[in-house]
């Protein structure tokens, strides 16, 4: 007999499981412990997800799909170049910073071997949104003709000092402080 699953129990696993992943990184998540957690069997668990590598991907391939989609509706075609690499970075510092543990958990996905079981499709179109972006803006000499690779880490880097000034209250999630940071970032890249 198949069991159903529950939308609630599965969202209360994958919230318990960002918390872990938050506090103790992947090592930190073992399926008895994260049952105990949620006050469900360990078989319940099973249903929902057939190991941890399982659990890990799913979640990983849910948070980058919804948001690269987010991401990418904060962009119009009719705004400047300038202005749609804005929106996107000002929509992934407010991520950081509202959305903390799951910007962890996609940040950690990342730099491990999962992201590679990650499907493809799916990483294919987090890259491709800022790939386009970049292309488009070296095809119009708007930024400069280095690899996307370059590009992306520095803004990446200045998006993270970003959140970590404002996490620190050294700065606000303000529209002054935001322009004033991506005035930065903006000026490391254009040409």
Not at 89 to 101: D, L
Not at 148 to 171: H, P, R, W
Not at 173 to 182: S, T, W
């Amino acid at each position: 007999m198949v069991r159903v699953k529950d939308e609630t129990k599965r969202l209360a696993i994958v919230e318990s499981t960002l918390d872990i992943v938050f506090e103790k990184g992947f090592a930190g998540v073992k399926m008895a412990t994260l049952a105990k957690k949620i006050g469900i069997s360990v078989s319940t668990l099973y249903v929902y997800y057939k190991n941890k590598e399982d659990l890990i991907i799913s979640i990983a391939t849910e948070l980058i799909e919804r948001e690269t989609k987010r991401s990418s509706n904060s962009i119009t075609a009719d705004l400047p170049f300038k202005l749609k690499i804005k929106a996107i970075w000002v929509y992934w510092v407010n991520f950081s910073i509202n959305h903390s543990k799951e910007m962890n958990f996609i940040t950690q996905v990342k730099k491990s071997p999962y992201y590679d079981k990650v499907p493809e499709a799916v990483r294919e179109t987090k890259s491709r949104l800022g790939t386009d972006l970049f292309e488009l803006g070296k095809k119009e000499g708007l930024i400069k003709n280095v690899s996307n690779e370059i590009l992306e880490s520095t803004m990446g880097a200045i998006l993270l000092e970003t959140v970590n000034l404002i996490i620190d209250k050294k700065l606000k999630l303000n529209k002054k402080d935001i322009d004033l940071m991506f005035s930065f970032a903006w000026d490391a890249i254009k040409s």
